[in-house]
């Protein structure tokens, strides 16, 4: 039986409630799709302090302690260090994140099985304000997980298998400045969202972290005829091809600027591809100052039977800038055909 399927929004939804009540939650998925990112997110959006730790290279003195003679002379005691040493001292709620639990050998997980669910190793009592998170990737990933020891599974209130999808990807490309050119693309292509193929091969494939790396690639400015490779090392070669292929006609497109110019007489395209390049690009661009301009454009696009690319354009450019709220031309087409259409859905 498989574990349950959560996409990011839910499982940030769902930390946002354990982490404050100190019940621990395991996260699985595959490699590269946002997990670490997500813990860090949620221990940020609940004030709480992270301690990041990596099981996978740690030795079982990591976690209870170092032996030590008492200063009698006479006893030994467990000498805590490290990350065990910032958990028994925090004063603040912090959240203590177990990265790639599944790589650790048994001897290293074991030595959590106390933690996790006594909340004390040894003589070493965590105080109330330390949560549990951890994540692993699965045995059919091909990551070094030989397993989870069933008595630390156990210790877990629940296991949540991360599964990514395109508007939470998208939602959270567009806050971390992700070119809109690779948006864009898997607006139109979302299958390569994610078709991770585990392999012994050098060779990355397409996931929510390999096309953010494309992204940094791309705002290097490389020279064209250097694209399609840097872009294989980074998301493979079928998925660089294509999205090379997209970014040729992204670069053809109507000039963005030249639509805002000129919204009333600008070129409307008609295929899907474009659409979903066009709608990006203004998205990215729009502010209180333009939105007019830009609604004068998107009135048209509806006009021709592309509503969808309109409020896909609306939803993104409010992800960038909350401000647009305030533009009458926003608060004209909420009070109107299109506030219908976007609350038919949820901004």
């Known amino acids: 039986m498989s574990t349950t399927l959560v996409r990011p929004s839910q499982l940030g939804q769902i930390l946002a409630k354990t982490i404050p009540t100190q019940l621990p939650v395991l996260i699985t998925g595959a490699p590269g799709i946002g997990k670490s990112d997500i813990v860090t997110q949620a221990a940020k959006a609940a ?54 639990l599944g790589q650790a050998p048994a001897s290293v997980q074991a030595g959590y099985m106390q933690l996790l669910l006594a909340r004390q190793v040894g003589e070493h009592v965590l105080p109330d304000c330390i949560s549990f998170i951890a994540a692993t990737n699965r045995r059919v990933d091909r990551a070094g997980v030989s397993g ?19 508007d939470d990807w998208c939602s959270w490309a567009i806050a971390s400045n992700v070119p809109s050119e690779v948006i864009a ?37 490389l020279p064209k005829e250097m694209e399609v490779m840097a872009f294989a090392g980074a998301v493979g070669e079928e998925a ?50 333009n939105f ?16 969808e690319y309109s409020v896909l354009c609306i939803r993104d450019a409010l992800l960038r800038d909350k401000n647009i709220t305030t533009s009458p031309a926003f608060i004209k087409a909420m009070s109107g055909h299109f506030g219908q259409l976007i609350n038919g859905g949820t901004i």
Not at 292 to 307: C, D, F, I, K, P
């Open 148 to 166: 989870i020891l069933e008595p630390v599974k156990s210790r877990f209130t629940t296991i949540l298998e991360l599964s990514p999808t395109l």
């Open 185 to 221: 693309y898997l607006r139109f292509q979302p299958d390569f969202l994610q078709k991770f193929n585990p392999t012994a091969d050098l060779v990355n494939s397409p996931s929510p972290r390999t096309w953010a790396n494309l992204g940094k690639l791309l705002n290097l400015g």
């Open 240 to 289: 660089a091809v294509n999205f090379t292929s997209f970014l040729r006609l992204y670069r053809d497109l109507p000039n963005p600027d030249a639509i805002m110019m000129a919204p009333d007489s600008a070129i409307i395209p008609k295929e899907i591809s474009t659409l979903y390049a066009v709608s990006t690009a203004l998205a990215a661009r729009a502010n209180a100052n």
């Open 292 to 307: 007019s301009r830009v609604m004068t454009y998107l009135e048209r696009l509806e006009q021709n039977g592309y509503a």
């Open 47 to 100: 004030n709480a302090e992270i301690i990041i730790s990596h099981p996978a290279v740690a030795d079982p003195t990591d976690v209870k302690g170092l032996p030590w003679v008492a200063n009698d002379a006479i006893h030994a005691t467990f000498l805590p260090y490290g990350d065990l040493h910032r958990a028994i001292t925090a004063t603040k709620p912090t959240v203590w994140f177990l990265d790639d």
